[in-house]
């Protein structure tokens, strides 16, 4: 068992030696670049918008409840500057990656694997295509380029949300909220966010491509494969989130 499993970190590594080589035709290359952005990272618009509002609200609600019954008197405008530390470092860059993994990697693993028993992918290699390059390297792109965006709308639709759970409530003023976003963070903590959610991009990205690529056997292997990638993808993704904290924020 823990044989398998170093050869398969060992093979996930090779795999990406041959995905990140420079791509052979650069108009074919930008072509499935373009339709990556499409299938990865737009038609997640609606999830993330949906999670991040509602979540934005819960999170806002619940930070008011704490400082409410703490001992000590809290100003409510703290309920809108926790609210957004929250989202910042936590919530959108780590669940809304889970979330994706979720999503995006059962794609992923599912379009591969499939690729991979109708043998269109021993087709691409006798051809003297580079598959991985070709199917692999343009999913890693859109996913490190586009998830950032989709993690700052959901930061935002996030503090939207508590926002509208004010309303909605009454438990603090509009300008209680909106003085509470203003007030100071440093500003390491955004850089801090996007960093992170960079490596997680990369790693929902080439963890399923690479259950997705060594798929053998039919169609039932291709669910387990997709099933297989989402779980190791959030794992992957929750222990990076362990060891960048402790890097950058300790």
Same mark, same amino acid.
């Given at each position: 068992?823990?044989?398998?499993?170093?050869?398969?970190?060992?093979?996930?590594?090779?795999?990406?030696?041959?995905?990140?080589?420079?791509?052979?035709?650069?108009?074919?290359?930008?072509?499935?670049?373009?339709?990556?952005?499409?299938?990865? %990272?737009?038609?997640?618009? +609606? $999830?993330?918008?949906?999670?991040?509002?509602?979540?934005?609200?819960?999170?806002? /609600? #619940? &930070?008011?409840?704490?400082?409410?019954?703490?001992?000590?008197?809290?100003?409510?405008?703290?309920?809108?500057?926790?609210?957004?530390?929250?989202?910042?470092?936590?919530?959108?860059?780590?669940?809304?990656?889970?979330?994706?993994?979720?999503?995006?990697?059962?794609?992923?693993?599912?379009?591969?694997?499939?690729?991979?028993?109708?043998?269109?992918?021993?087709?691409?290699?006798?051809?003297?295509?580079?598959?991985?390059?070709?199917?692999?390297?343009?999913?890693?792109?859109?996913?490190?380029?586009?998830?950032?965006?989709?993690?700052?709308?959901?930061?935002?639709?996030?503090?939207? %949300?508590?926002?509208?759970? +004010? $309303?909605?409530?009454?438990?603090?003023?509009?300008?209680?909220?909106?003085?509470? /976003? #203003? &007030?100071?963070?440093?500003?390491?903590?955004?850089?801090?966010?996007?960093?992170?959610?960079?490596?997680?991009?990369?790693?929902?990205?080439?963890?399923?491509?690479?259950?997705?690529?060594?798929?053998?056997?039919?169609?039932?292997?291709?669910?387990?494969?997709?099933?297989?990638?989402?779980?190791?993808?959030?794992?992957?993704?929750?222990?990076?989130?362990?060891?960048?904290?402790?890097?950058?924020?300790?």
């Amino acid at each position: 068992m823990l044989k398998r499993f170093f050869e398969s970190i060992g093979e996930y590594f090779l795999l990406l030696g041959k995905a990140m080589s420079r791509p052979q035709k650069r108009s074919v290359y930008m072509k499935l670049l373009v339709r990556e952005f499409y299938d990865l %990272g737009v038609n997640s618009f +609606g $999830l993330v918008l949906f999670t991040s509002f509602f979540v934005g609200a819960v999170v806002s /609600i #619940q &930070m008011f409840n704490n400082f409410d019954a703490s001992s000590f008197p809290i100003p409510n405008s703290f309920v809108g500057y926790a609210t957004k530390v929250v989202l910042i470092l936590e919530f959108s860059p780590t669940i809304i990656s889970v979330i994706l993994a979720g999503k995006v990697g059962s794609y992923i693993a599912s379009s591969i694997g499939t690729m991979r028993v109708t043998e269109q992918i021993d087709a691409l290699d006798i051809m003297g295509v580079n598959s991985p390059n070709f199917l692999i390297l343009p999913k890693i792109v859109a996913s490190v380029v586009f998830n950032p965006i989709l993690i700052a709308i959901s930061i935002v639709v996030g503090i939207w %949300g508590g926002y509208v759970a +004010g $309303l909605a409530t009454g438990n603090w003023t509009k300008a209680d909220y909106i003085t509470g /976003i #203003q &007030m100071y963070m440093p500003s390491y903590f955004i850089w801090y966010a996007f960093m992170k959610t960079a490596v997680f991009a990369f790693l929902i990205a080439t963890i399923p491509a690479y259950f997705g690529y060594n798929v053998k056997g039919g169609s039932l292997e291709v669910g387990r494969a997709s099933t297989q990638a989402v779980v190791w993808t959030m794992i992957a993704v929750i222990i990076m989130n362990l060891l960048l904290t402790q890097m950058f924020l300790s």
